[in-house]
C-alpha cells in the first residue's frame, strides 16, 4: 500500500544536539513534499516545503531537508536543536499522480528536548 | 495565521447522536479539508472540497458527511457518532490542491 513511513515515534535530546528526523515514502511518482509542526496545544503549522529544484531546502527555524528521490526520502534536519523545538513533526506527501487532492501524512515523530 | 475558525473547540457527545462540526475561513481559498488526528496514525483526510457544493471522499469517509454551501465554510457531520469517532479533528486550507495546507485550531470530540 502507498504510505508514508516516519522511523522513530518518539526522540528525546538535549538542547544543542543535531536532529535528523526520517520519512520515506511508497509514491513513484511525482510528489510534493512538506514537514509540519505540532507544538503542544498548537496547531499544525509547515515547516518546510520541496515542490522541485534544489533538494536541499530551508525552513523556518532553522531546520533544513534533503530529497533524495533514489531513496524516496525526505529527511529534517536541524544543527542545534532548543527546549523550543519539543513539538509533534509530520512528514507529508502529496503524490500529484492522484489529482494532488491528498496529502498523505505520516504518523509523526514526537520529539521531546531536554533543557 | 490563516483565518481558520473551527466550532465547537471541544465537545462530547453520546453514542448515537449526530454531531456538526464546522470549518470558517476568511481567506477566500478554494480547497477545503477535512481530518482526524490520532494517536500512531498522524493526520488522515475525511473528505474535502474543491468549491462550493464540490467534495469527495478521503481515506476514512465512512460514517462523515460534509456540505459547503458557501466558499467560507466546511460543514462536517457524524450522522450517528461512534465512540470509535472520538478524535480531534482539524479543517485545512489551500489555494492550490497540491500545495501547503493550513490548519484550523482543531476541535476534540469524545464520542461516550
Not at chain 1, 7 to 26: D, F, K, M
Not at chain 1, 48 to 77: C, H, M, Q, T, W
Not at chain 1, 84 to 93: G, L, M, N, R
Request: hydrophobic share 30%; net charge neutral; charged share 20%.
Amino acid at each position: 500500500a502507498q504510505s508514508v513511513s516516519q522511523h522513530n515515534h518518539h526522540v528525546i535530546l538535549s538542547e544543542a544536539a543535531s536532529l535528523e528526523l526520517g520519512c520515506n515514502y511508497s509514491y513513484g511518482g511525482t510528489v510534493n513534499l512538506f514537514w509540519y509542526v505540532q507544538y503542544p496545544g498548537q496547531h499544525l503549522q509547515l515547516l518546510l516545503k520541496y515542490f522541485s529544484g534544489d533538494p536541499l531546502v530551508k525552513g523556518i527555524k532553522g531546520f533544513e531537508a534533503e530529497f533524495i528521490k533514489s531513496k524516496f526520502s525526505f529527511n529534517l534536519r536541524k544543527p542545534s536543536v532548543q527546549w523550543s523545538d519539543t513539538a509533534e513533526y509530520f512528514c507529508a506527501v502529496n503524490p500529484l499522480n492522484t489529482g494532488g487532492f491528498k496529502t498523505i501524512f505520516g504518523a509523526g515523530t514526537r520529539l521531546f528536548v531536554k533543557a | 495565521d490563516a483565518g481558520i475558525t473551527q466550532s465547537p473547540r471541544h465537545k462530547v457527545t453520546e453514542t448515537g447522536t449526530p454531531v456538526t462540526l464546522r470549518c470558517h475561513q476568511t481567506e477566500n481559498h478554494r480547497y477545503m479539508y477535512w481530518y482526524r488526528q490520532d494517536p500512531g496514525h498522524g493526520l488522515r483526510l475525511i473528505h474535502y472540497s474543491y468549491g462550493v457544493k464540490d467534495t469527495d471522499k478521503g481515506e476514512v469517509s465512512d460514517g462523515y458527511s460534509v456540505s459547503r454551501s458557501k466558499t467560507e465554510d466546511f460543514l462536517l457531520t457524524l450522522e450517528s457518532a461512534t465512540s470509535s469517532q472520538t478524535s480531534v479533528y482539524f479543517c485545512a486550507i489551500s489555494d492550490r490542491r497540491d500545495y501547503e495546507q493550513y490548519f484550523g485550531p482543531g476541535t476534540r470530540l469524545t464520542v461516550t
